[in-house]
C-alpha cells in the first residue's frame, strides 16, 4: 500500500521538552509535523500515555544518539513502563533513524530532534519489528526515506496490521492519533543474513539473531562506535522482564544471550523502552527467562494445572514491574505451560 500524504504545510521543529532546534532551514520537510505537540495528562488506565511523553536525545558516540523517554532514569529502575526508545546516526551522506514511534507527535518529536543535530537528510528508518509503537510512524515519511525491515516483520505487518492497530489502541488508548496510521510497505527488505548501509563515513548494521520477542526481530548496530539497538527483545533494565507475546520464550532466551555474548563489555545497548545500558543490564532478563521456564518445567512434570503452575512459578527475586501480574501472570507463564503441556 502507498503511503498515505499529509496535507502540506511548513515544517515545525518547536518540540516541548525536548531540547534546541536549529536555527537554519532544515533541508528535508516532513510535511505531517506541521505543529507544536499538544502534550496530555498520563492516562493510568494505559501502559504508557503516547501524548503524555517527552522524548530527549543523547550522544552515545560522534554521530550517534539515543532518542529515549526523558523520565527514563526515573521510571526504569522504578519498574514503570516507559516509551519507545529508538535513535539516530548521521553520516556524511544521510541520517539512518531507528524506529518511527507509534503516532504523529512522537514521530514528530523523533524527527525535530535529529534536525536539531544536523540539516544531514534522513534516508533510512529501521523498525526492528513489526509492533505498532515501532512503525506506526512510517505512515509520516516522505517518499524520499526508505524503510528498512526484516522481510518477516514485513509480512507480518501486512497479514496482522488491523490486528496490530486493535492492540495499541487497547493498551495505549484510542484518543492517541492512532486512528490516522496507514499501513507502509518496506523498501528494504532483510533477509536472516542481515544488511549494512555506509552513511558517508559510518557503517550501520542491521543484525538478526534468529527469534528474540518475533520471528524478524532487528538489531540495529554501529561497529565503530559498539553502540546496539535491541528493539523489545530487550524490553527494559531490571526490574522491567520481557514480553513474550508470540510465546517461545525458550529461543528468546538463547538469542537474547547470543546477542550479550557478541558485544564487547564496554559496549552501550539501547533497549526497547529505556534508557542506554550495558550488556550486562541483559542479566536480568536472560535470568529471569531461565527462572521462568525452568519453574514451568517442574509444575509440568508435577502435573500442576494452569492455576497452580501460575501460582508455584512466583520468582520472588524477580518481581518489581508495574505490569508484573500482566506480563508474568497472563502472558509469559501461561504460554510456555501451554508450549510445554500441549
Same mark, same amino acid.
Request: with cysteine; aromatic share 8%.
Given at each position: ?88 546516526? %548521521? ?8 524506529? $518511527? ?9 523523533a524527527v525535530a530532534l535529529v534536525q536539531a543535530e544536523t540539516d544531514t537528510p534522513i534516508r533510512y528508518v529501521v523498525n526492528t519489528s513489526s509492533h505498532g509503537d515501532h512503525t506506526f510512524g512510517n505512515t509520516f515519511l516522505p517518499d524520499d526515506v526508505q524503510v528498512v525491515q526484516h522481510t518477516k516483520t514485513a509480512d507480518? %505487518? ?37 544488511? $549494512? ?64 555474548? $557478541?558485544?564487547?563489555?564496554?559496549? %552501550? ?15 536480568? $532478563? %536472560? ?56
Amino acid at each position: 500500500m502507498q503511503r498515505r500524504r499529509p496535507s502540506p504545510a511548513l515544517l515545525a521543529l518547536f518540540v516541548a521538552g525536548c531540547g534546541g532546534a536549529s536555527t537554519e532551514q532544515p533541508t528535508q520537510t516532513f510535511r505531517a509535523c506541521d505543529g507544536a505537540p499538544t502534550f496530555v495528562e498520563p492516562n493510568p488506565a494505559y501502559a504508557w500515555t503516547p501524548n503524555a511523553i517527552r522524548l530527549v536525545s543523547e550522544e552515545l558516540a560522534p554521530g550517534v544518539f539515543a532518542i529515549y523517554d526523558r523520565d527514563a532514569a526515573e521510571h526504569g529502575p522504578a519498574g514503570i513502563p516507559l516509551a519507545t526508545s529508538g535513535g539516530f546516526v %548521521i553520516g556524511d551522506d544521510g541520517v539512518l533513524m531507528v524506529e $518511527s514511534m507509534i503516532n504523529r507527535q512522537l514521530f514528530c518529536q523523533a524527527v525535530a530532534l535529529v534536525q536539531a543535530e544536523t540539516d544531514t537528510p534522513i534516508r533510512y528508518v529501521v523498525n526492528t519489528s513489526s509492533h505498532g509503537d515501532h512503525t506506526f510512524g512510517n505512515t509520516f515519511l516522505p517518499d524520499d526515506v526508505q524503510v528498512v525491515q526484516h522481510t518477516k516483520t514485513a509480512d507480518d %505487518i501486512a497479514a496482522h496490521f488491523d490486528a496490530d492497530v486493535a492492540f495499541m489502541e487497547a493498551n495505549f488508548g484510542e484518543d492517541q492519533g492512532i486512528e490516522e496510521i496507514e499501513p507502509v510497505s518496506a523498501d528494504v527488505r532483510v533477509d536472516d543474513g542481515g544488511w $549494512s548501509v555506509d552513511l558517508g563515513g559510518v557503517t550501520v548494521e542491521a543484525r538478526h539473531y534468529g527469534f528474540a520477542q518475533t520471528h524478524g526481530d532487528l538489531f540495529v548496530y554501529v561497529p565503530d562506535s559498539k553502540v546496539m539497538w535491541t528493539g523489545n527483545a530487550f524490553v527494559t533494565e531490571e526490574p522491567g522482564i520481557p514480553w513474550l507475546l508470540a510465546g517461545n520464550g525458550a529461543a528468546a532466551e538463547v538469542t537474547l544471550a547470543a546477542v550479550r555474548d $557478541s558485544l564487547p563489555a564496554d559496549a %552501550i545497548v539501547v533497549p526497547g523502552h529505556g534508557r542506554p545500558l550495558t550488556p550486562a543490564a541483559m542479566n536480568f $532478563s %536472560i535470568d529471569y527467562l531461565r527462572a521462568m521456564i525452568g519453574g514451568v518445567e517442574t509444575a509440568v512434570a508435577d502435573g500442576l494445572d494452569l492455576e497452580a503452575t501460575v501460582a508455584a512459578v512466583a520468582l520472588p527475586d524477580y518481581q518489581g514491574y508495574a505490569l508484573w501480574d500482566w506480563i508474568h501472570k497472563q502472558v509469559n507463564v501461561p504460554g510456555t505451560y501451554a508450549e510445554l503441556n500441549p
